[in-house]
């Protein structure tokens, strides 16, 4: 049914690992130091995925937008020293990554998480790392779900979008796999739900990082 994969791209929260505690607590600090309302772990689900500002516009009341920006600081502040608190790879990934490399297929991580924390996480959990490419937000690169980011790694690894497998748990990550004619999979283990991946383009949906390998 489906062949000639010949890389994988990962998206990172929600997906290689579960950092949803750790955001979540960064933000409602940073909430509370702004006297602003905090939100439920749970609300975090639908606020993630879209890069720190909008993680911060989500957060703030309708009538604080305009301290986006100090959030913005505040958070990534807080992040910095707490991003590993309670952050782990969800499990199987890691077997999963190392039969992927085993097999000789290129593996990139893309995410709209900042470049600087993506890069750290991987190099935090993944021991020599086995990804090719590691990428996060960086300026001038508009974020997923526009395909830039994405078919700027195929063209680095020199490998064809239509030779992709991507992996994400978000429609972000749906629709930038679409967008960049790439094979979208949608993973169960992460924030969103079956229903969300299937509408924004998941071509199959997975319940465990071992499914993964059957799609090869």
Not at 4 to 21: E, I, N, P
């Amino acid at each position: 049914m489906t062949q000639g994969f010949r890389a994988v791209l990962f998206d990172l929260d929600g997906t290689l690992a579960d950092t949803l505690a750790d955001l979540a607590n960064a933000i409602n600090h940073t909430l509370t130091a702004l006297g602003c309302p905090t939100h439920p772990l749970a609300a975090y689900r639908y606020f993630i995925g879209d890069g720190v500002r909008d993680l911060c516009l989500r957060a703030l009341p309708a009538d604080r937008q305009h301290l986006a920006d100090d959030a913005q600081r505040l958070m990534r502040a807080h992040y910095d020293a707490h991003c590993f608190d309670e952050t782990r790879l969800y499990p199987g990934i890691l077997e999963l990554v190392a039969a992927l490399h085993q097999r000789g297929l290129k593996l990139a991580v893309l995410s709209n998480k900042p470049d600087v924390f993506t890069k750290r996480m991987i190099e935090y959990y993944f021991r020599p790392s086995p990804f090719d490419i590691v990428r996060g937000q960086i300026a001038k690169v508009p974020l997923k779900p526009d395909p830039t980011a994405a078919r700027q790694i195929a063209e680095e690894l020199g490998v064809p979008p239509i030779q992709w497998l991507y992996l994400g748990d978000t429609n972000t990550d749906m629709r930038t796999a679409c967008n960049a004619g790439m094979y979208a999979v949608g993973v169960l283990w992460g924030f969103r739900e079956r229903v969300e991946l299937v509408e924004s383009g998941a071509q199959r949906v997975i319940a465990k990082p071992e499914d993964v390998l059957q799609l090869l």
